[in-house]
């Protein structure tokens, strides 16, 4: 399995960016895909962002056309830039790679965002 670490959350005010950063202790060419993932209370973990190995990028919805999903390979590393928040993209932000069917999926522990209004 991968290990990863998230870095980056906060609490910061509606209309504010922050940078979310997973650190993976694997070479992520070799990850099939790396998402993004929240978790708010009370609902059910869903996909914010992923990119495959090959760099194909996709973002749910309700993200479009305000988060980013990046790496920087020589760190082995995934970032969600994550600009105009809202209240409601309070979770706690976890990252998971997919390395294919002979392994399960790995998570982190998440990071918490917290926007307020």
């Known amino acids: 399995q991968v290990h990863l670490v998230e870095s980056g959350g906060g609490l910061v005010q509606a209309g504010g960016s922050l940078r979310l950063s997973c650190a993976a202790s694997?070479?992520?060419?070799?990850?099939?895909?790396t998402g993004w993932y929240r978790q708010a209370p009370g609902k059910q973990r869903e996909l914010v962002a992923a990119i495959t190995s090959g760099g194909t990028t996709n973002y749910a919805d309700s993200v479009k056309g305000r988060f980013a999903i990046s790496r920087d390979i020589p760190k082995n590393t995934v970032y969600l830039q994550m600009n105009s928040l809202k209240p409601e993209d309070t979770a706690v932000y976890y990252c998971?790679?997919?390395?294919?069917?002979?392994?399960?999926?790995?998570w982190g522990k998440g990071t918490l965002v917290t926007v307020s209004s």
């Open positions: 998971k790679a997919d390395t294919g069917p002979l392994e399960p999926d790995s």
């Open positions: 694997r070479n992520i060419l070799i990850i099939r895909a």
